[in-house]
């Protein structure tokens, strides 16, 4: 049971690439989260999913995009990169008998040059 | 909206003095409140989480938690520090039968022999 998995670890992108950050989780948890950290800012969610084929915005939504296709999956697409990009970012999943309690990936660091 | 107040970026103890770190959050409806724990280049891991149950909750590694409505806080405490416990901490809440969370923007806990 690997839990919560987020590729790449590590990523430097040049302004205006794109890339996908892969999340995936094992426990067949039915709501996953992105979220993003910043010095002094905490975390702050990006996207979140309640299920397969069902996507919402969450605090900082802009310059990224999301799919859950399956109830495993849930990659993070940046279209065109941006220096104000450059973050952690992490992933979560968790249930409706988890009593909200989310179990967090190790995240993927990204540098926007 | 929800929102958490987590007062001082950082506090500095000495091993083997109480830990006490503050959590005030703002929620129009019953919250759950939770801590988590991120060591250094990892993700995070829940320490303890209030869901109106006890309201005093006891967590993983020492630490627990005090719910008083009241002042509308949930502080963080640990009898006697340890090296170990050197690490960031956040706050976070979500209303009950809602999965997002909504962090405060963490206290680094220093620990000094």
């Known amino acids: 049971n690997a839990g919560v998995t987020q590729t790449p670890k590590f990523q430097v992108l040049k302004t205006g690439q794109s890339m996908t950050l892969q999340c995936a989780q094992d426990?067949?948890?039915?709501?996953m989260s992105w979220y993003r950290q910043d010095p002094g800012m905490g975390l702050r969610l990006i996207h979140y999913?309640?299920?397969?084929?069902?996507?919402d915005q969450g605090e900082v939504p802009n310059g990224y995009n999301v799919s859950r296709s399956t109830t495993e999956d849930f990659p993070l697409r940046l279209l065109s990169a941006a220096p104000s990009q450059t973050s952690v970012y992490f992933c979560?999943?968790?249930?409706?008998?988890?009593?909200?309690?989310?179990?967090f990936g190790p995240g993927t660091r990204l540098t926007v040059l | 909206a929800q929102s958490v107040t987590q007062l001082g970026s950082h506090v500095s103890v000495s091993e083997g003095a109480l830990v006490l770190l503050r959590c005030n959050y703002s929620?129009?409806?019953?919250?759950?409140l939770f801590w988590y724990v991120q060591y250094p280049n990892q993700g995070l891991q829940l320490l303890l989480k209030?869901?109106?149950?006890?309201?005093l909750v006891k967590g993983i590694n020492g630490f627990e938690a005090e719910f008083k409505k009241s002042e509308t806080s949930f502080h963080l405490t640990k009898p006697s520090a340890h090296m170990s416990d050197a690490a960031e901490y956040f706050c976070?809440?979500?209303?009950?039968?809602?999965?997002?969370?909504?962090f405060g923007t963490g206290t680094r806990l220093l620990v000094s022999p």
């Open positions: 979560a999943s968790n249930n409706a008998g988890s009593g909200n309690t989310q179990y």
């Open positions: 426990m067949n948890h039915e709501y």
């Open positions: 999913s309640v299920g397969a084929g069902i996507t």
């Open positions: 929620s129009s409806v019953p919250p759950y």
């Open positions: 209030y869901t109106s149950a006890a309201t």
């Open positions: 976070a809440v979500s209303p009950s039968g809602f999965q997002k969370l909504v």
